[in-house]
């Protein structure tokens, strides 16, 4: 009974609420060690969601209603719903360039590069691994509530441990480090399970092909090689 506006703000500082406790509890270990307690904190989300009355178990929330955004722009119509998500899409895109190219941001990147050289330059690193944790928690309560309002349901696929995977092949495909390499990336993922979709090959060998050769083969991604093209070519004519 709230507006989508409402809503999707109080899906953003949900999953911020929740990202405050997951990071709090992850950032106390480093490399495999976080990723395992991040990864164990999210199944047990997810069994709570499987039990839980209100989010109707396996069945999920089914039809999810569109609203009026604001109270007079009808999202029923798919004019004003393609522009509402560009809209989002694009805030998004510069709160994220925004905070990449921000004092903090740069923090961020030294954090990343020599942790143990932004300690000694007497940088709370906790702090800002939690502030980004967060950040990343809420950007993805976001997205969370645009798929809902955008496909009207929402299922236990949308936080088990597979969406996660996908997103991290959507980046590592389009090239971690970079700003639109996750966008690159997931237009093209989803681009291929459409077109996958349709014929009997599937979906989750080629996505796990992809997977692996990123990793071994691609670490840079499109957009990374891209970047690497160019710098040689400046580089060495």
């Not at 976080?34 to 199944?43: E, P, Y």
């Not at 039990?51 to 004003?80: C, K, S, W």
Request: hydrophobic share 55%.
């Amino acid at each position: 009974g709230v507006t989508p506006e409402i809503g999707i703000l109080l899906g953003v500082l949900a999953a911020a609420v929740l990202g405050l406790v997951i990071g709090y509890l992850a950032i106390r270990r480093q490399g495999i060690y976080s990723t395992m307690i991040t990864l164990a904190l999210a199944q047990m989300f997810f069994f709570f969601c499987l039990q839980a009355a209100f989010t109707h178990g396996e069945d999920g929330l089914q039809g999810v209603p569109r609203g009026y955004l604001f109270g007079f722009i009808d999202l029923n119509q798919p004019m004003n719903m393609y522009y509402f998500v560009l809209a989002v899409f694009v805030i998004g895109v510069f709160a994220i360039w925004r905070i990449i190219n921000s004092p903090f941001g740069m923090i961020l990147k030294s954090v990343r590069e020599n942790e143990n050289r932004a300690v000694s330059l007497g940088y709370s690193v906790n702090h800002y691994k939690l502030a980004a944790f967060v950040m990343s928690a809420a950007l993805a309560g976001l997205a969370g509530g645009m798929k809902a309002l955008v496909f009207q349901f929402a299922t236990l696929t949308d936080v088990g441990w597979q969406m996660s995977g996908e997103v991290i092949l959507m980046t590592l495909l389009g090239g971690i480090g970079t700003l639109i390499g996750p966008i690159v990336g997931a237009a093209f993922v989803v681009a291929l399970q459409n077109y996958l979709a349709t014929s009997d090959f599937p979906v989750t060998i080629v996505t796990g092909v992809i997977f692996m050769a990123c990793v071994l083969l691609f670490r840079r991604g499109i957009v990374g090689e891209f970047y690497a093209s160019r710098l040689g070519k400046k580089l060495f004519g």
